[in-house]
């Protein structure tokens, strides 16, 4: 990802900031897409495992990136409470 891309874009849904979500977190965060156990804003099944992710400075909610670019989609974002508790 970009780090001049990352310093311009911004959350479409909260305007917050966006950083690279953390490895430990992306782990997890597949964990769970695996077991079909994670859901996007349009409550379908997120089925494909993230090389990269993003996650509002709020701590609010997850973009997929998707072969190197963002998919700032308010429907494609994914709560992050989906992995509290992991």
Known sequence: MDRKLLDIICCPVTRSSLELLPEREL???????????IKNREDAVVDQPLEEALVTRSG??????RDGIPVLLEDQAMPLRQLEGR
């Open 27 to 37: 782990t997890a965060l597949n964990e769970l897409i695996a077991q079909r156990q």
């Open 60 to 65: 609010k909610l997850i973009y997929p990136i």
